[in-house]
């Protein structure tokens, strides 16, 4: 270990220290400090002669916290990070905190307790993030605990008054203990006083005074002010006091409870609010992707591939709105790392996933999507051609859309037939096909399915088609009525339908 950096009770070997994070750093931002580090000590730069051993120690640091189980176990060998642990109020030669997040020593720092929600069904698993923080990283935590929060905090019988109680502590800037605070702020008091920074241990012993509940404590205050200066006709270069309520993490975090209440208001009117539910929608899925939340695919076809770059092998190909599961986020959180609904591990642009499961967005996609109501005797879909025709002849009783099937079960055409309607279609190879419909309300074109009531039956084997092999002579097809007599056309799996 270098000799510039000291172990600490949360970061017991340095290894943050010799990045210059905090423990608290994301996967994204330990990457990015090893490439700022590394340009620095390679020892083809770094002129120290021990530029070799500083460069080594500096890649066995990286090696263990970029890897999330190495990095756990790491962390595990220290002890959580709390005022209590890292303040010596006699020390006569106090060091600075520094943000438990980027590492930076932070003029105006605050031990604050962030909360998040992990749902499974059965149960929900309450966690906290807390640690001392500069101002910009604790917006940044409190928008992250709060988008994993919102996307998996509900879905369970407890899930939603967890969710609630963690969403509010966090808009409100999380809970800042008053003891801790107190200590905290006047440590960086004494440590900035030591550094004849007067202005700044002024400002702090000030900004103690709202933690300050009793004489002794209105004392420890009064004895820093009065070392920094504090009399009576002093110039005074005042501090901006940079935790005011209101910033860019207050409104961030209040905008999806917003687009809720306004979605609870206009339930009887969701259509007219569609716009409005999908703008709060990408505000959440542009957030950087977490290891363990499920996304899901936001493009027609997404390549999976071995390595994070656009020049490595593809290995899986994934359907729009295909679920996954996040394992890590690398490159500054552009690629990540994925686990398919096959088991395959790979990687794809950050980018291109958007927040949550797949099912709601897709079903919100199918119905925008729907087009025009289809009409009587309409070819929804065609994958081959032909010089025969079939004369169809509706007996269901209901609109349906009819597939024929290869005796492989591929589907070769697929058209619309109105409730006792009669229509011809051409194009129809030579050839044996079944016949199978579906039926519902509210038929979408772009996704071909039937968006509520889906139901599919198959006809009856003695209808089997064999198209006539006489050119532009026209086979005769009959669906006959639903139900369980013989003749009649009888309930198919809607998987089966739609297999294609």
Request: glycine share 8%; charged share 20%; hydrophobic share 40%.
């Given at each position: 270990m270098r000799d510039d950096v000291l172990p600490s009770l949360s970061d017991p070997l340095g290894y943050y220290a010799l990045l210059q994070i905090g423990p608290l750093a994301d996967t994204a931002e330990i990457h990015a400090a090893y490439r700022q580090m590394a340009k620095r000590l390679h020892p083809d730069v770094n002129l120290s002669e021990h530029a070799e051993e500083e460069f080594i120690e500096l890649n066995r640091a990286f090696r263990v916290l970029k890897d999330?189980?190495?990095?756990?176990?790491?962390?595990?060998?220290g002890r959580a990070m709390g005022p209590a642990a890292l303040i010596r109020p006699h020390d006569p030669n106090p060091s600075p905190l520094c943000c438990a997040r980027c590492g930076k020593i932070t003029a105006q720092p605050r031990y604050i307790?962030?909360?998040q929600v992990k749902s499974f069904l059965v149960g929900s698993h309450q966690s906290t993030v807390m640690g001392i923080f500069c101002r910009d990283c604790a917006d940044r935590t409190a928008i992250r605990a709060s988008t994993l929060t919102w996307l998996l905090g509900w879905w369970s019988l407890s899930g939603p008054w967890h969710t609630l109680k963690a969403l509010l502590t966090n808009l409100k800037g999380g809970e800042m203990p008053r003891v801790g605070n107190l200590w905290v702020l006047l440590h960086q008091a004494r440590a900035f006083l030591r550094m004849e920074e007067r202005d700044i241990a002024r400002a702090?012993?000030?900004?103690?005074?709202?933690?300050?509940?009793?004489?002794?404590?209105?004392?420890?205050?009064?004895?820093i002010s009065q070392a920094a200066g504090d009399t009576a006709g002093t110039p005074r270069r005042r501090l901006k006091?940079?935790?005011?309520r209101w910033r860019y993490a207050t409104i961030a975090q209040a905008l999806p409870l917003a687009g809720l209440l306004i979605a609870l208001l206009a339930s009887?009117?969701?259509?007219?609010?569609?716009?409005?539910?999908?703008?709060?929608?990408?505000?959440i899925s542009i957030q950087p992707a977490l290891a363990g939340e499920l996304r899901h695919v936001a493009v027609d076809v997404l390549k999976v591939r071995q390595g994070p770059s656009g020049n490595d092998p593809v290995i899986a190909l994934l359907d729009r709105f295909s679920t996954v599961q996040v394992m890590d986020s690398v490159e500054d959180g552009?690629?990540?790392?994925?686990?398919?609904?096959?088991?395959v591990t790979g990687y794809v642009p950050s980018r291109l996933l958007f927040g949550g499961a797949g099912e709601i967005s897709k079903s919100r996609w199918c119905y925008e999507q729907r087009g025009e109501i289809p009409r009587n005797g309409d070819i929804l879909q065609r994958r081959t051609g032909g010089e025969h025709g079939l004369t169809v002849a509706n007996r269901t009783g209901r609109d349906i859309v009819v597939r024929l099937k290869t005796q492989g079960n591929r589907t070769l055409l697929t058209f619309f037939m109105a409730r006792g309607g009669q229509a011809t279609v051409d194009g129809i190879p030579d050839g044996t096909f079944r016949a199978v419909f579906a039926t519902g309300e509210t038929y979408?074109?772009?996704?071909?399915?039937?968006?509520?009531?889906?139901?599919?039956?198959?006809?009856?084997?003695?209808?089997?088609l064999q198209t006539s092999t006489v050119t532009g002579r026209p086979g005769d097809l009959i669906l006959p009525p639903i139900g369980n007599g013989p003749g009649q056309s009888k309930p198919l799996p809607v998987e089966s339908f739609l297999d294609n």
């Amino acid at each position: 270990m270098r000799d510039d950096v000291l172990p600490s009770l949360s970061d017991p070997l340095g290894y943050y220290a010799l990045l210059q994070i905090g423990p608290l750093a994301d996967t994204a931002e330990i990457h990015a400090a090893y490439r700022q580090m590394a340009k620095r000590l390679h020892p083809d730069v770094n002129l120290s002669e021990h530029a070799e051993e500083e460069f080594i120690e500096l890649n066995r640091a990286f090696r263990v916290l970029k890897d999330s189980r190495s990095r756990a176990r790491y962390d595990a060998t220290g002890r959580a990070m709390g005022p209590a642990a890292l303040i010596r109020p006699h020390d006569p030669n106090p060091s600075p905190l520094c943000c438990a997040r980027c590492g930076k020593i932070t003029a105006q720092p605050r031990y604050i307790v962030f909360h998040q929600v992990k749902s499974f069904l059965v149960g929900s698993h309450q966690s906290t993030v807390m640690g001392i923080f500069c101002r910009d990283c604790a917006d940044r935590t409190a928008i992250r605990a709060s988008t994993l929060t919102w996307l998996l905090g509900w879905w369970s019988l407890s899930g939603p008054w967890h969710t609630l109680k963690a969403l509010l502590t966090n808009l409100k800037g999380g809970e800042m203990p008053r003891v801790g605070n107190l200590w905290v702020l006047l440590h960086q008091a004494r440590a900035f006083l030591r550094m004849e920074e007067r202005d700044i241990a002024r400002a702090l012993a000030t900004q103690a005074q709202a933690f300050a509940t009793n004489d002794s404590e209105r004392r420890r205050i009064a004895e820093i002010s009065q070392a920094a200066g504090d009399t009576a006709g002093t110039p005074r270069r005042r501090l901006k006091n940079r935790w005011s309520r209101w910033r860019y993490a207050t409104i961030a975090q209040a905008l999806p409870l917003a687009g809720l209440l306004i979605a609870l208001l206009a339930s009887g009117t969701a259509l007219v609010f569609r716009s409005q539910t999908d703008s709060v929608t990408a505000m959440i899925s542009i957030q950087p992707a977490l290891a363990g939340e499920l996304r899901h695919v936001a493009v027609d076809v997404l390549k999976v591939r071995q390595g994070p770059s656009g020049n490595d092998p593809v290995i899986a190909l994934l359907d729009r709105f295909s679920t996954v599961q996040v394992m890590d986020s690398v490159e500054d959180g552009e690629w990540a790392r994925i686990l398919t609904p096959s088991g395959v591990t790979g990687y794809v642009p950050s980018r291109l996933l958007f927040g949550g499961a797949g099912e709601i967005s897709k079903s919100r996609w199918c119905y925008e999507q729907r087009g025009e109501i289809p009409r009587n005797g309409d070819i929804l879909q065609r994958r081959t051609g032909g010089e025969h025709g079939l004369t169809v002849a509706n007996r269901t009783g209901r609109d349906i859309v009819v597939r024929l099937k290869t005796q492989g079960n591929r589907t070769l055409l697929t058209f619309f037939m109105a409730r006792g309607g009669q229509a011809t279609v051409d194009g129809i190879p030579d050839g044996t096909f079944r016949a199978v419909f579906a039926t519902g309300e509210t038929y979408s074109r772009a996704c071909g399915v039937f968006l509520d009531n889906m139901q599919a039956f198959i006809v009856p084997t003695a209808q089997i088609l064999q198209t006539s092999t006489v050119t532009g002579r026209p086979g005769d097809l009959i669906l006959p009525p639903i139900g369980n007599g013989p003749g009649q056309s009888k309930p198919l799996p809607v998987e089966s339908f739609l297999d294609n």
